[in-house]
């Protein structure tokens, strides 16, 4: 089933506000964010020798 022509028919993307755009990034941060806690943990039991200096 074809449609007919659209003529004069142009859809512009409408401007989304800042914190709507935030939102849909705001899982990839957590997850950014987890993995980089997750890395600084592995470093820090990697290179930890066990002496407390306090």
Avoid: C
């Avoid at 506000?17 to 039991?45: K, N, P, Q, S």
């Amino acid at each position: 089933m074809q449609s007919g022509p659209h003529d004069g028919e142009v859809h512009h993307r409408k401007n989304r506000h800042l914190l709507e755009r935030f939102e849909g990034y705001t899982d990839l941060i957590v997850v950014g964010m987890i993995i980089i806690l997750g890395a600084a943990m592995l470093v820090g039991l990697l290179t930890a020798n066990g002496k407390v200096t306090w």
